[in-house]
């Protein structure tokens, strides 16, 4: 068990949809990590908090939106769903972000768009 | 989205086997890590280097950090069953711990 919770653990929608997945770090840690991991893309990186403040952008689609809240938990918004969203979205959570500093995944939620 | 090239994609071994696998990139990294990913699971690092040409060893796991910096290796040792899941390779380009690249993972299957 990483310590960082993910809910749900499945959600199947339709498209046109909008989601919202959970994610809860570890306790202590202030960073939190978005990644999508796709068969055909693996694992790519979405976006990252650090204490309430977007602190890194990576391959995240104007559909798709996250935020941090006091509390350190995040939510990863994606709207207008399309058949391509299906796929694993991980959360990730460190103390901080030096290189040096160890990610703790969560166990994912699996999103499927019918 | 930018991937590293993992190698092999995937591999059938026998238990007690020793396993090698690399991750080549055609930019130079300041971190390279190496990851292990259960089914229902999200990754585990397993090796973390950070200077060129560092070996690192975690048990029966040895990873090293290439000398140019564009590429990593990862030894297993006399595998066993649990050794079974994928495998990713992970390099950071930019200071600080955001943007991991990720490799396109190695699956090993343990031949009974």
């Known amino acids: 068990d990483s310590g960082v919770t993910q809910t749900p653990k499945h959600l199947i929608t339709a498209t046109g949809q909008r989601v919202t997945l959970r994610c809860s770090p570890r306790?202590?840690?202030?960073?939190v990590y978005w990644y999508q991991q796709s068969l055909d893309q693996g694992l790519q990186f979405l976006i990252q908090y650090y204490n309430g403040e977007e602190r890194a952008k990576g391959n995240i689609l104007e559909r798709f939106s996250a935020q941090q809240f006091p509390d350190l938990h995040s939510e990863l918004n994606l709207s207008s769903l399309e058949l391509g969203d299906s796929a694993l979205y991980f959360c990730a959570s460190s103390v901080g972000y030096s290189r040096r500093e160890k990610l703790f995944f969560g166990s994912g939620t699996q999103l499927s768009v019918l | 989205g930018q991937q590293l090239n993992q190698s092999p994609q995937s591999m059938f071994i026998q238990e007690g086997e020793d396993v090698s696998m690399n991750c080549t990139s055609s930019?130079?990294?300041?971190?390279w890590l190496w990851y292990k990913q259960d089914p229902g699971e999200g990754p585990v690092l397993l090796i973390a280097l950070y200077k060129a040409g560092e070996l690192t060893s975690n048990g029966r796991l040895t990873a090293q950090f290439g000398i140019t910096r564009k590429d990593s290796f990862l030894n297993i040792s006399a595998s066993i069953p649990s050794d079974v899941g994928i495998y990713f390779c992970a390099g950071q380009l930019e200071v600080g711990n955001e943007k991991l690249t990720f490799g396109t993972g190695t699956r090993l299957t343990i031949i009974p």
């Open positions: 306790s202590g840690d202030l960073s």
């Open positions: 930019s130079i990294f300041n971190t």
